[in-house]
């Protein structure tokens, strides 16, 4: 059950950094880039949810319990 769990976070992880950075790459994103010098916060929100949650995903595959 626990690698299951696993691999379900992770590759909602992934999902989200790939929305992320798809919204990073974005024309309305760029546009702001150019004025603010950083990513929108929500690619950023994005980019941290995933990162997260994807090493979660990681960590409850490769970990094993007693």
């Not at 004025?35 to 995933?50: E, K, Q, V």
Request: hydrophobic share 55%; proline share 2%; net charge positive.
């Amino acid at each position: 059950m626990q690698k299951i769990v696993g691999i379900i976070a992770l590759v909602i992880g992934i999902m989200l950094l790939v929305w992320g950075h798809n919204m990073a790459a974005s024309l309305g994103s760029r546009v702001q880039q150019v004025f603010t010098g950083a990513p929108t916060d929500r690619a950023m929100y994005f980019y941290i949810s995933g990162s997260a949650l994807a090493l979660y995903g990681i960590f409850q595959i490769l970990w094993k319990r007693k």
